[in-house]
């Protein structure tokens, strides 16, 4: 196979043999009479088939019969190769899907190629934190009104502790231990953790404890309640918290994602210890703490040659060697 005829970005002018092209068209008709899509929709479906067909062709294909996998494989390989962002090649695909789909349904192929091919996976934008003046600024809420008090204990709970909003809306009266400075938190996949608590986040959890009964029934299980004394929805906390961070003059959108963020990070700045910051954030996996506290290699490095007994460079065990034999 030469370079050539794997470069889908010349492939526009290559022509598409009658073999594959009258199934392109057969294709056409059946999404606009059966399917009843748009025309707009039909000819995105169109020019994207033509242009995978041209790239087909380019391998040597001429029948649809043809295709296997691994053709599919190098297709979306060169597109990424040649720009597209995962995304368009994940429309990509999935429009060569419903046309092969649409080809066994037709007895012109008994299995789909496309099937189980996937686009390369999107990196995720990390979320933005907040540093710590500005997480003072949000939580210096001083008024005296209820409803503040809870939204502060809310607050303090969830930078405290690092709580996913699911966590924190699914805690009851009987999750938090104060005698033990513990919130026990339901986490994904119904696992449960224990999470340390301290400071301001135990001082204003006792302050809405005191006048939590003005709103909440006698049988009401839910540590934090709305104004109708139920459960507080996860939307009615991410409303309040935005309406905090406009109050509080803060610059950037406040939602409940973000101070779990900051969290992460913050804890990760000021112990390094990446493994226990994956215990308190219950993350199964260490390489999503790592993703999600946009640690940079060269601090893990750094870590690691602190660390490791045999990692520290030859040279510092040679110095370290030499002071001891002067002594």
Known sequence: MTESGTDTGNNELA?????LEKWLDQFAHYQVGERALSA????????????????????????????EPNHVRLLATQSKRHGLKPASIRTQLSALRSFLDYLIRQNQLSANPAKGVSAPKADKPLPKNLDVDEV??????????????????????????GLRLSELTGLD????????????VLGKGSKQRLCP??????????????????????????????????????????????????????????????????????????????RAVQELLGHANLSTTQIYTHLDFDHLAKVYDQAHPRARKRGAR???????KER
């Open 40 to 67: 707009h929709t039909v000819q995105n479906y169109q020019r994207q088939l033509q242009h995978m067909a041209r790239y087909f062709v380019s391998l040597g294909i001429t029948s649809w019969q043809q295709i």
């Open 136 to 161: 003072n600024q949000l939580l210096n809420v001083t008024d005296d009104e209820p409803l503040s008090i809870r939204d502060r204990a809310m607050m303090e709970l969830m930078y405290g502790a």
């Open 197 to 274: 608590i301290s400071g301001e986040a135990v001082i204003w959890l006792k302050n809405w404890l005191k006048i939590r009964g003005q709103f909440a029934a006698a049988d009401e299980s839910a540590l934090f309640v709305s104004s109708r004394g139920q459960r507080i929805s996860q939307r009615n906390v991410q409303k309040r918290m935005a309406e905090w961070g406009q109050k509080q003059s803060l610059h950037s959108h406040i939602n409940p994602h973000k101070l779990r963020h900051s969290y992460a990070t913050h804890m990760l700045e000021s112990s390094g210890d990446l």
């Open 318 to 324: 040679e110095s370290e060697s030499s002071s001891k």
């Open 173 to 184: 009266l009987k999750s938090v231990s104060f005698h033990a400075g513990e919130v026990r």
């Open 15 to 19: 022509p598409i043999p009658r073999s």
